[in-house]
Antibody, heavy 121, light 108 residues
């Protein structure tokens, strides 16, 4: 059974940093692109970042480019999102998602339950 | 970025009703269009991929159609467990994956 479990969310002040993690199991992690998708409270879904199997390609939402870094540790079946210079508008539930095989790599076939990030003073 | 205009933003329907949701892309995206269902407090669930392909395990009352800029999602006979919010999502272009604004399907 595919499982994605996020952790690392919390309350952080504007300008602060936070690192999210996602533990993957139940599938061959090294063969899939992975992604982060977020959802602000009461709002819709917003894609944040994608990362290729071998980390050779990474893509970001314009508003997080230069502030967020997506990475993965294939030896540990783990996905991460380092978030710096956080803003109030980054407040959201952050989902880890598996990207289904295919080209372009943009279909999210499994999702975690999310970890909440709140940016507030 | 490609904008996805989803309508309606909400609708009220009864069990057994046929429900249709539309999604329009700001430019052509071939068939690179997915549909997700999200229930309150839960993660989204993939229902339809590549505009018209039913994800494994998803009931056949759900269907999708369209290509280019105009897409349709249909539930042929609404069931109690279908009351949820539905999102379209395009993946024609990386970076810049975008979702529609969502359609909340409520009980009439």
């Amino acid at each position: 059974e595919v499982q994605l479990v996020e952790s690392g969310g919390g309350l952080v002040q504007p300008g602060g940093s936070l690192r999210l993690s996602c533990a993957a199991s139940g599938f061959t992690f090294t063969t899939y692109w992975m992604a982060w998708v977020r959802q602000a409270p009461g709002k819709g879904l917003e894609w944040v970042a994608n990362i290729k199997r071998d980390e050779t390609e990474k893509y970001y939402l314009d508003s997080v480019k230069g502030r967020f870094v997506i990475s993965r540790d294939n030896a540990k079946n783990s996905l991460s999102l380092q978030m710096n210079s956080l803003r109030a508008e980054d407040t959201a539930l952050y989902y880890c998602a598996r990207v289904r095989y295919g080209d372009p790599p943009g279909t999210f076939d499994y999702w975690g339950q999310g970890t909440l990030v709140t940016v507030s003073s | 970025d490609i904008q996805m205009t989803q309508s309606p933003s909400s609708l009220s329907a009864s069990v057994g009703d046929r429900v249709t949701i539309t999604c329009q892309a700001s430019q052509g995206i071939a068939n690179y269009l997915n549909w997700y269902q999200q229930k309150p407090g839960k993660a989204p669930k993939l229902l339809i991929y590549d505009a018209s392909n039913l994800e494994t395990g998803v009931p056949s009352r759900f269907s999708g159609s369209g290509s280019g800029t105009d897409f349709t999602f249909t539930i042929t006979s609404l069931q109690p467990e279908d009351f949820a919010t539905y999102y379209c999502q395009q993946y024609d272009h990386l970076p810049g994956l975008t979702f529609g604004g969502g359609t909340k399907v409520e009980i009439k």
